[in-house]
């Protein structure tokens, strides 16, 4: 089992930048693969990226590609995520997630896949 705990949210002004951090702990964090939600107030749950265990490799929503940057540094049992370009749409809470280890799927943008979630980090882009 593995705990997720996610930092970096703040608030920052449109086209600013962030950089959250979700931090695992309780296993061998290179088994997980791990993805960032958000929830936009009224709003559900929706992707935002992921990287997978396997082989490092990066997924992203459409309306993040090019500005968010996803990356893991196992040795610090850390997944960040790059946030630039910041706009007000952006605005939501932040979670970070982790499906069971050793996940052979691909549905990557399923939150159903992700059995551990963090407690979230707010994120507020003002304009």
């Known amino acids: 089992q593995v705990h997720l705990v996610e930092s970096g949210g703040g608030l920052v002004q449109a086209g600013g930048s962030l950089r959250l951090s979700c931090a695992a702990s309780?296993?061998?964090?290179?088994?997980?693969?791990v993805g960032w939600f958000r929830r936009a107030p009224g709003k559900e749950r929706v992707f935002v990226a992921a990287?997978?265990?396997?082989?490092?490799?990066?997924y992203y929503t459409d309306s993040v590609k090019g500005r968010f940057t996803i990356s893991r540094d196992n040795a610090k049992n850390t997944v960040y995520l790059q946030m630039n370009s910041l706009k007000v749409e952006d605005t939501a809470v932040y979670y970070c997630?982790?499906?069971?280890?050793?996940?052979?799927?691909?549905?990557?943008?399923?939150?159903?896949?992700?059995?551990?979630w963090g407690q979230g980090t707010q994120v507020t882009v003002s304009s």
């Open positions: 997630a982790a499906t069971k280890p050793f996940y052979s799927g691909s549905a990557y943008s399923a939150d159903y896949i992700y059995d551990y």
């Open positions: 990287v997978w265990w396997r082989d490092s490799r990066t």
């Open positions: 309780g296993s061998t964090f290179t088994r997980y693969s």
